[in-house]
Each structure stands twice: as C-alpha cells, then as structure tokens.
C-alpha cells in the first residue's frame, strides 16, 4: 500500500527533516507534495537524492490526497487543517494549536499508540511539543511499573526549537562577540550567545511559561491525568538537541537498577548510564538519531519512591519530524487502506 503526502512548512527546519525522515524510513508513499506560503513558492526541497518545487498551500487541491503533515505554526493549523481535513486527507499538525482539543487525539506513537483511534472526529491529529514528546517516552514504561505520582523536569532546550531565526541568532551572536561586536537579540529576549535563558513561549498569569504549561497538560492528556507536572524550561546555546533533568515521584518502590533494566528494553529508547567522566549522551551525540537517550538514572532520597535521569533527544527528529512520521506510519499500517 502507497499513500499520497503532503508536507505543510517544507521549507523550514522541520518540514525539510519530516521529507528527510519520510525518505529514510521508506515510508510507502505514492507521490509527494512540499507546499509553503505563497513568499516560498518555487523553492527546491530534497525528497532523497530528487528535488521537488515547492507549492502554494493556499491553491492546493488535497482531494486525493492521504495524508497532510503539517509544520507550519498554530495560524496556518487553525486556518487550513479543517479545510484539508474535510478533503478527506487526515491533518498530522506540528503547531499547538489542536493539542489539547478534545476532539484530536495527541500521540506518541511509543506511549499511547491506541488512542490514535479518536482522528475520526476532525480528521486531525496532534503531534506534541518537542519537550514533552521525549519526557513522556521516558516516564511511560516507569509508569506502567510503578505508577508515577509526580515529575519535576527542567529542560535545556536548543535553539532550533525556535526555528531557522533562533539558530542564525545564535551563530551571528557567536561570532560577533569573538570579534568584539555588541550582541543583538531579536529572536529572543536576552543574549542566547554563552548565555541561558528560563524563558521560552509567553508568561502566564500564575508566573509559569506557556512552554512549562504545555509541558504539564500535555504529559496528562497524552499519560495519565493524575501525573502532576512542573516544569522550568530553559533556552541554552546550543543549535540541536534537547537536555531534561528529570526527577519522578512514584506510587511503589522501583530501584535505579530496575529502571534502566525496564528503559533498557523500552521501544524508542537508548539507555547510555555509566558511573564515570563520559559515560552519558549529551545533545551533540543524539543530532541526527532517532532515539531518546536516557543516562544518569539513580535514586532520589527526598522522597520515599523516587527516582532522577537525564533525558536527551534530537528535537527536530523525535520532537518534531520524526513523530510526525511514526505517527503516519501508525495511521497507514492500521487505519487506512489504499492500493
């Protein structure tokens, strides 16, 4: 069986890697679209080793079309995922803006692959944020152990996350300063350049980002509703690649040893822990790799069930692009049927 793609935001970062991924993977696909906005028609994306010319996503025609994935912020999801869902072409958004309507189903394909089932009622599907998209694939073979009451996470998140305009600002901050410039921030509201930041997305009213909030409400709807979250995160100059420090308050009694036994067997993860100078993954490693990586797993005394590891993934890929497609291949294996 083959499908018919389209990919929404094909020029951006993660639009390029969802076609890179739906490449690689071998994804069955009958015929392939790159649609942008009409500034970015005429662009040249690679589908493998072939170029494919960017189209207008606001003349499109998805009649025929099976699948839409969808990189393209919240506005565009608001606007257009209805209009291509009523085509017959079911929606995989990127943005945050179907996340938490409960009409949409939010997926990780590795956690609760069964609720997909819900995409019938719009036609759309939610992929999550990129934090959250690697915390929970963590925490949920520790939760079907031990059942989790509690998590504590702090996030070092990489400037792609941002886009193409956090990354430039990063490089043209870098290298201005090795050159005695003064740094100009426009992407982000402190220098980024050696420097963190404990601030991505809006502030709400009760001192949270809406980031952290995302973090909280989406590990719920995607989990368990009674996991209770909190969460700072914080922008770090780094270009790819998401950092978590993650502490887990449980239910019952679960040794550091038998959780990286359980993660060592877990779908979607690579457990790295070794009690010496090196032996744990950082961003640079994980850049162009399809899993999440857990290290430093061990026991936390604060609490009486409690466990604290480090979390690394590629945002782009199992953040972003990737999921999206894994989440698409669910959809195809088990929902669609097409010759």
Same mark, same amino acid.
């Given at each position: 069986?083959?499908?018919?793609?389209?990919?929404?935001?094909?020029?951006? !970062?993660?639009?390029?890697?969802?076609?890179?991924?739906?490449?690689?993977?071998?994804?069955?696909? %009958?015929?392939?679209?790159?649609?942008?906005?009409?500034?970015?028609?005429?662009?040249?994306?690679?589908?493998?080793?072939?170029?494919?010319?960017?189209?207008?996503?606001?003349?499109?025609?998805?009649?025929?079309?099976?699948?839409?994935?969808?990189?393209?912020?919240?506005?565009?999801?608001?606007?257009?995922?209805?209009?291509?869902? @009523?085509?017959?072409?079911?929606?995989?958004?990127?943005?945050?803006?179907?996340?938490?309507?409960?009409?949409?189903?939010?997926?990780?394909?590795?956690?609760?692959?069964? @609720?997909?089932?819900?995409?019938?009622?719009?036609?759309?599907?939610?992929?999550?944020?990129?934090?959250?998209?690697?915390?929970?694939?963590?925490?949920?073979?520790?939760?079907?152990?031990?059942?989790?009451?509690?998590?504590?996470?702090?996030?070092? =998140? !990489?400037?792609?996350?941002?886009? %193409?305009?956090?990354?430039?600002?990063?490089?043209? =901050?870098?290298?201005?300063?090795?050159?005695?410039?003064?740094?100009?921030?426009?992407?982000?509201?402190?220098?980024?350049?050696?420097?963190?930041?404990?601030?991505?997305?809006?502030?709400?009213?009760?001192?949270?980002?809406?980031?952290?909030?995302?973090?909280?409400?989406?590990?719920?709807?995607?989990?368990?509703?009674?996991?209770?979250?909190?969460?700072?995160?914080?922008?770090?100059?780094?270009?790819?690649?998401?950092?978590?420090?993650?502490?887990?308050?449980?239910?019952?009694?679960?040794?550091?040893?038998?959780? =990286?036994?359980?993660?060592?067997?877990?779908?979607?993860?690579?457990?790295?822990?070794?009690?010496?100078?090196?032996?744990?993954?950082?961003?640079?490693?994980?850049?162009?790799?399809?899993?999440?990586?857990?290290?430093?797993?061990?026991?936390?005394?604060?609490?009486?069930?409690?466990?604290?590891?480090?979390?690394? !993934?590629?945002?782009?890929?199992?953040?972003?692009?990737?999921?999206?497609?894994?989440?698409?291949?669910?959809?195809?294996?088990?929902?669609?049927? %097409?010759?």
């Amino acid at each position: 069986m083959a499908y018919k793609i389209a990919v929404v935001g094909a020029t951006g !970062s993660v639009g390029r890697e969802m076609l890179n991924i739906l490449h690689d993977r071998q994804f069955p696909i %009958k015929e392939v679209a790159a649609l942008a906005s009409s500034r970015s028609v005429g662009t040249r994306v690679l589908f493998g080793e072939d170029e494919i010319v960017c189209q207008n996503l606001e003349t499109f025609n998805f009649k025929g079309w099976d699948i839409c994935l969808m990189s393209a912020g919240s506005g565009p999801a608001k606007d257009y995922a209805p209009k291509i869902a @009523a085509q017959g072409c079911v929606v995989i958004d990127n943005s945050s803006y179907w996340r938490m309507d409960r009409d949409v189903p939010l997926i990780v394909p590795e956690v609760n692959a069964a @609720a997909i089932a819900g995409y019938t009622k719009k036609n759309i599907i939610a992929n999550p944020n990129c934090s959250t998209a690697q915390m929970v694939v963590a925490l949920k073979p520790l939760h079907d152990a031990a059942i989790i009451k509690r998590v504590v996470v702090s996030t070092y =998140q !990489s400037v792609s996350g941002a886009g %193409k305009d956090g990354m430039d600002e990063l490089f043209e =901050q870098s290298r201005g300063i090795f050159v005695g410039d003064a740094p100009t921030s426009k992407k982000f509201p402190k220098q980024i350049a050696f420097n963190v930041i404990p601030h991505i997305d809006t502030f709400m009213d009760d001192g949270y980002t809406k980031e952290e909030w995302k973090m909280a409400v989406e590990t719920q709807k995607i989990l368990d509703p009674d996991i209770q979250v909190t969460a700072t995160c914080v922008r770090v100059p780094v270009f790819v690649g998401h950092s978590e420090a993650i502490n887990i308050e449980f239910e019952k009694p679960l040794s550091a040893a038998k959780a =990286q036994s359980i993660l060592r067997e877990a779908p979607g993860i690579m457990l790295y822990d070794k009690r010496e100078a090196g032996g744990y993954i950082t961003p640079v490693e994980c850049v162009g790799e399809y899993a999440t990586y857990i290290s430093r797993v061990r026991h936390d005394p604060t609490v009486e069930y409690g466990l604290a590891l480090w979390c690394v !993934s590629d945002n782009l890929r199992k953040g972003a692009a990737l999921n999206a497609v894994q989440i698409a291949e669910l959809l195809g294996s088990k929902y669609l049927k %097409k010759g």
